[in-house]
């Protein structure tokens, strides 16, 4: 019998599947409800409710850590557990927050919020002043990135009448006065751009319509965005406007307070943070200027004033090494910090400017090995004492929430995360795995010391986006498998952020196939240390991760038991034509050219397909809501594999963004029957059912 295979990299547009990309489409919606009814059947029983309701509870505990940012004299979180799923905008005071149990001051009720007005509310995101009361409360419905905006006033603790209101779409804003705000955003007629996101900065007053907001800037339609921030830093408010030409290359505009543009003359290859008279920026490739030539990955540092009078004398803060990059730099209280990973060791480096010269010193008291995330309280720098928060944590260590204050010795720790499962037996080690062009593949390895041969093993990975992947404490992961006596492994890909630009660089276009190369040595490298077998290494990846697991099963069957692929990118024939696909083409290529779909085909494993192949079984779940990477690619990846007669399992909510859903019992649904399906499909008996 003739298997249909469609569609083919001989044929790749002849997709007999294309329906499934109707999101709200009654025969698409009929096929998810079959699907989901059979994968909750096969394995979501009494096991999958006992793990569900073990998990949603520990993400539901009254003392895990409030993560807090400070805007004026109060620190504030957003809280989510059992009696508030949706969740608790709330706040309290920094003296009151280093109790062990703070009073919090509820601001708003989302849950609440969500009954009264009958929505599927869910807080996204927040844009305050430092000057005022009253902020943009973004509420999206269900986790998806679009948003629609509503005035808020703290003081009063309700929407403002007549307050700025704007209809859902994706964007942002910041407040330029008390009633003006700077809009980017992708609502209204020409707006948007093909990538789906804002392509136009909007001045709008309060009281007029936003089809009358003057249009301040605009960019092209194949420009990925444009978006602005407010900068209260300098001797007169200032704002920043970055024109994204894609997701490395930006163009950033100078608007002084009186409206006036300068676009400042640096490559687009950069991040930029400035504060006060001063700027930093970090380059992604080489950059010759006055007759100086930078390395990528340097940051330098220069006077703003002196840089836009035609001054190039740059002071280098950071130089890279082969494997030490740069993660981020961000400024606080006119410093800048530089968090750096050093051969996967965490360094926080400090640089001070002055008239005379730049100071370096190093964040002290920090740990050197684990994760050590840094970042600065204040939600506004203008704000800042140069307060920071740092989280520290690792495989088998809780987070602890540091405080580093300014002129304070030794970081102070706020709060520690509960110990939620029991890591008796078990140590974290770093390994390293060789590549099929012979390049270092780092991995992280947690489980019992002593190797079996047979270990069930959960391997995940990113490798896309200049994204570094660190071994961050996970509660789910360590109740519902270390405990267990399993093995977890993370590894970095090529395509990650950890070494840098040219780590990215040899993982993404056509070396993403590299990355995927790496994943399968790593798997490889587990069964020549003795640590599994193939048929007991369980993989999951999720995004851009999708791509990964996907081709893991098209490319690499006979190295893994099973493959659990989440809210993934898998169609790359028509990945530019869904949602906000094209912002991705600096990453993987353009399919609409041929000479990059030629290195693209290689890894659309939805076109790779073979029949009559020793595939394992598959698991791909993603949720309706998700307006960032279609859910199509799951619904038809996992349609195909079922026509050719392979084991593919598929699982979509309704709600969760891009993500695992949109409360706490929801996250730990999806992420439990992920977990039942990989450890039934690779003969584990854990124990517990």
């Known amino acids: 019998m003739t298997v249909d295979d469609r569609p083919t990299l001989s044929a790749p547009d002849d997709d007999p599947w294309l329906w499934l990309e109707e999101i709200e489409g009654r025969q698409a919606l009929d096929f998810i409800e079959r699907q989901n009814s059979l994968t909750l059947q096969a394995f979501g029983g009494a096991a999958f409710a006992r793990d569900r309701d073990i998990l949603a509870a520990i993400y539901d505990r009254p003392d895990n850590i409030p993560y807090v940012g400070r805007r004026g004299d109060h620190l504030y979180n957003l809280w989510k557990d059992a009696s508030n799923p949706r969740g608790l905008w709330r706040r309290t005071t920094l003296d009151e927050f280093r109790k062990t149990a703070p009073a919090w001051e509820t601001v708003l009720d989302i849950d609440q919020l969500a009954a009264s007005e009958g929505e599927d509310w869910l807080l996204n995101w927040i844009s305050s002043s430092p000057a005022h009361q009253r902020v943009i409360l973004s509420l999206s419905r269900g986790g998806s990135d679009a948003v629609t905006l509503r005035e808020f006033d703290i003081g009063t603790k309700s929407f403002v009448a007549d307050g700025f209101v704007l209809s859902e779409a994706k964007g942002s804003v910041d407040w330029l006065d008390a009633d003006t705000l700077m809009l980017s955003s992708a609502y209204g007629a020409d707006m948007a751009t093909t990538s789906g996101y804002a392509r136009t900065i909007r001045l709008w007053r309060r009281g007029q319509p936003v089809e009358q907001a003057q249009v301040i800037f605009e960019t092209t339609a194949d420009r990925m965005r444009v978006y602005c921030g407010v900068d209260d830093t300098g001797s007169a408010p200032r704002a920043w406007i970055v024109d994204q030409v894609d997701f490395f290359n930006f163009a950033i505009w100078l608007r002084d307070s009186v409206g006036a543009l300068t676009k400042l003359d640096l490559p687009t290859g950069i991040w930029m943070q400035a504060h006060g008279d001063w700027f930093a920026v970090k380059l992604r490739q080489p950059w010759t200027v006055a007759g100086r030539t930078f390395a990528a990955d340097s940051v330098l540092g220069i006077s703003l004033s002196a840089f836009l009078a035609g001054h190039r004398d740059f002071t280098v803060l950071f130089e890279p090494g082969p494997r030490r990059a740069l993660q981020g730099l ?6 800048l910090v530089l968090p750096i990973l050093d051969e996967l060791r965490p360094v926080h480096e400090v640089c001070t400017p002055s008239p005379t010269g730049w100071a370096r010193t190093t964040l002290r008291g920090l740990p050197a090995i684990g994760v050590v995330d840094v970042w600065r309280l204040d939600h506004h720098e203008s704000q800042s004492n140069g307060d920071l928060l740092a989280n520290v944590q690792d495989p088998l260590t809780p987070p602890s929430l540091l405080l580093i204050e300014r002129g304070v010795a030794s970081p102070a720790v706020l709060k520690q995360a509960p110990r939620t499962f029991t890591a008796d037996g078990l140590v974290v080690t770093q390994h390293e795995a060789i590549s099929v062009d012979g390049e270092r593949i780092p991995y992280v390895q947690t489980g019992p010391a002593a190797e079996t041969g047979d270990a069930p093993v959960y391997m995940s990975a990113y490798g896309g986006f200049g994204a570094s992947v660190k071994p961050y404490h996970n509660a789910s ?22 070494f840098g630009t040219r780590w990215h660089d040899a993982g993404r276009l056509a070396g993403k196939k590299l990355s995927h190369d790496d994943f399968a040595a790593v798997a490889a490298d ?8 193939a048929k007991r290494i369980a993989a999951q990846g999720g995004s851009n991760g999708g791509i990964l697991i996907t081709n893991m099963l098209v490319r690499y069957p006979e190295r893994f038991g099973a493959l659990f692929c989440t809210i993934p990118l898998i169609d790359m024939r028509r990945y530019t034509k869904l949602l906000a696909g094209a912002s991705w083409i600096a990453e993987y290529g353009d399919p609409d050219k041929v000479e990059e779909w030629e290195w693209l085909k290689t890894y659309s494993a939805y076109h790779n397909v073979k029949a009559g192949q020793a595939y394992p079984p598959i698991l791909i779940a993603t949720t309706r809501r998700d307006d960032r990477v279609h859910p199509g690619h799951a619904r038809k990846m996992a349609a195909k594999l079922q026509a050719m007669g392979y084991e593919a399992w598929f699982y979509e909510p309704a709600a969760g963004g891009h993500g695992y859903g949109k409360d706490n019992k929801e996250r730990a649904s999806f992420e439990v029957l992920g977990f039942r399906f990989l450890k039934e499909k690779i003969g584990w008996r854990d124990g517990e059912g």
């Open 330 to 335: 961000f400024w606080t209280a006119g410093k």
């Open 477 to 498: 992961l360590g109740k519902l498998w270390l405990e267990r006596g399993g093995t977890t492994v993370q590894a970095n890909l090529r395509g990650g952020g950890e």
């Open 526 to 533: 587990l069964v020549r240390r003795g640590v599994t077998s």
